[in-house]
């Protein structure tokens, strides 16, 4: 056997955003594993992959294995993983998922094994809590057309902590009332190597539902501790976005790669940064919530679940500190959102005194935002040179502010104004009073023809460019 020799045990790595094919790269690059796994019978679970690695022990490129980006939850899933024979016990594979965790997210398994799920149990990622039934901090995934149910499935991929070691299945409850469950189809090498030793019928689900509904609090608890040993990698806020004044390099590469613009990756950074500081995302979903809005906050695809996100409508478990498909903390007190908002205008006072339309529409803004009028009396005065008598005298002689609420002439006040078009178009690149003031002195032009005639003299910057675009688009 010409095993593959390395100066190191730095793994080589395929990778692609389309599909992969495993086999053509087995037998390209590495023949004798090929020659290992026809001569063991062992049978692959998928033949495509985006993500193919080599498992490297003493130097020597031993197995390998590939992920999957799960197309529904926001991860990489392990799909396949395989090492010769006289190299196994060595750890490889708890290696692999400690490597992946540190440096990246935690990553699901797409239709474990037994074996593998033996493996989890043995090196502390997931535990029995009875006989039969594992509890994983590690999800495992199962395509849609692998999964069966008691109830009408709408071939939509399944998602569970849950698997039951005497069918060889990851299970879930979809609705414990109804008593609807979903499990995976059995595995060639399961049937091989250890046979379906219980029939999933009534009675098997029956006791199913019973055992989760007597012990719901005790399993949740199970799965939250092992999620908390997780070594798993916390992103910071500016790895993830960037500083004030750059973008960090997962948005960069996007930009560069044109899955997205400029202009859409200054919004969506401006929004993750607020919905942080509001508490509505946790650091260990930061990197979740940013791939959802990159892409285009896609809409629900799976609804056979009895729990689900409120924000996604996508599944969510009782024990989720989190969404795995939107990010979003689950115990987010909205009311914090309006502490953030207050507290993010609480600045010193300026030392020149701001246009009283500028206060105007700040104010008008936090009233639309839902903010207690006392709190945006409060934070105007104390971070503009204007009182609230003075404000108040402007908003009733234009109609713009009555009855504590805005009116028809305000909205149209605030959809007017040039802090409107400047925040609307990401035009943060040009200086707001000038841009202000250039745009009064041209009040008798559209506002569209304004802040295209204003962009103008900056045309030779490709980002100006680029808002100029977004402007006659929309």
């Not at 063991?40 to 992920?67: A, M, P, Q, R, S």
């Not at 071939?155 to 698997?163: P, R």
């Not at 104004?417 to 009040?443: C, G, Q, R, S």
Request: with cysteine; hydrophobic share 35%.
């Amino acid at each position: 056997m010409n095993i593959i020799e390395k100066d190191t045990n730095a793994q080589r790595v395929f990778l692609s955003e389309n599909s992969i094919d495993v086999v053509e790269i087995l037998q390209n690059h590495y023949p004798y594993i090929c020659d290992s796994i026809k001569k063991e019978e062992f049978i692959l679970k998928y033949h495509e992959c985006n993500l193919f690695k080599e498992l490297v022990f003493d130097n020597k490129v031993v197995g390998f294995c590939t992920y999957d980006f799960s197309r529904e939850f926001i991860t990489a899933a392990l799909n396949n993983i395989y090492v010769l024979p006289e190299y196994r016990g060595n750890g490889l594979f708890l290696s692999e998922i400690l490597k992946t965790m540190e440096e990246h997210n935690k990553p699901s398994i797409m239709e474990p094994t037994r074996l593998v799920v033996e493996l989890l149990i043995k090196y502390g990622f997931a535990s029995k809590i009875n006989d039969d039934i594992v509890a994983s901090a590690l999800e495992f995934v199962v395509p849609g057309d692998h999964v069966l149910s008691n109830t009408d499935y709408d071939n939509e991929e399944l998602s569970t902590h849950f698997y039951d070691l005497s069918v060889c299945s990851s299970i879930h409850i979809l609705d414990a009332n109804k008593k609807h469950i979903a499990y995976s189809a059995p595995l060639n090498y399961d049937i091989m190597h250890y046979g379906c030793l219980k029939e999933i019928d009534g009675e098997y689900i029956d006791g199913i539902i019973e055992f989760f509904g007597d012990n719901d609090v005790e399993i949740m608890n199970s799965v939250l501790k092992l999620e908390e040993n997780l070594p798993i990698k916390n992103y910071t806020l500016e790895e993830v976005i960037g500083d004030d004044d750059n973008f960090s390099v997962y948005i960069e590469s996007l930009i560069d790669d044109a899955h997205v613009t400029h202009s859409k990756a200054l919004e969506i950074k401006q929004q993750i940064k607020e919905e942080y500081g509001a508490g509505m995302i946790l650091n260990e979903s930061l990197m979740i919530r940013l791939a959802y809005l990159f892409n285009e906050n896609p809409l629900p695809s799976i609804t056979s679940h009895e729990e689900t996100c409120p924000y996604c409508n996508m599944p969510i478990d009782d024990h989720d500190r989190f969404c795995h498909f939107c990010g979003i903390n689950l115990e987010y007190d909205p009311n914090k959102m309006e502490e953030y908002l207050f507290n993010s205008l609480n600045t010193h006072k300026s030392e020149f005194e701001e246009d009283i339309r500028f206060v105007a529409y700040k104010f008008l803004k936090l009233i639309e935002e839902k903010i207690e009028l006392e709190y945006s009396i409060y934070t105007i005065e104390n971070n503009y040179n204007v009182n609230w008598k003075t404000l108040n005298v402007f908003l009733m002689k234009n109609n713009y502010f009555v009855d504590n609420d805005i009116t028809d002439e305000g909205h149209e006040f605030l959809d007017n104004h040039p802090l409107n078009f400047w925040e609307k178009y990401h035009m943060d690149i040009v200086d707001y009073t000038d841009f202000e003031n250039y745009f009064y002195e041209h009040a008798d032009l559209n506002p569209i023809e304004i802040c295209l005639n204003y962009l103008k003299q900056f045309d030779d910057d490709e980002f100006i460019l680029e808002i100029m675009q977004n402007i006659e688009n929309n």
